[in-house]
């Protein structure tokens, strides 16, 4: 397939793939008749990288994956992975709180007081 028809197959435009090549991520074919062609192998990794982004992991993260996806080594996998959930463990807290400080100051702002409104004055405004 042409690298439109990789891009569309993995709902991804065609400078994400170029990008991914760039990074080392994805192989550049060699031209085929002037066209370079990809196989389900590169589209595989396409939608690999982007649910390991979806999921959090940086372009390095997903290096190091991709390289461990040749080998054996689950228990390196699942180090990647238990890290992977535990930075998204303190983000869930850190928006758990920022939302109830929102629930707060929206009360808060909702009750018609005069005065700065609470939620721009927390923000320093």
């Not at 397939?1 to 991520?25: C, H, K, N, S």
């Not at 983000?91 to 409104?117: D, H, N, T, V």
């Amino acid at each position: 397939m042409t690298i439109g028809r990789l891009a569309a197959a993995a709902g991804v435009g065609v400078e994400t793939v170029r990008f991914y090549q760039r990074r080392g991520l994805l192989q550049t074919p060699t031209r085929d008749g002037g066209i370079r062609r990809y196989g389900s192998e590169d589209l595989r990794r396409l939608r690999f990288i982007r649910q390991a982004q979806a999921a959090g992991f940086t372009l390095e993260e997903i290096r190091e994956l991709l390289a461990l996806d040749a080998g054996n080594d689950r228990a390196k996998v699942r180090a990647l992975a238990q890290g992977r959930i535990a930075a998204l463990d303190t983000k869930i807290a850190e928006l758990r709180r920022a939302q109830e400080s929102l629930r707060r100051l929206s009360a808060q702002c909702g009750q018609g007081k005069k005065g700065p409104c609470p939620i721009l004055a927390s923000f320093g405004i």
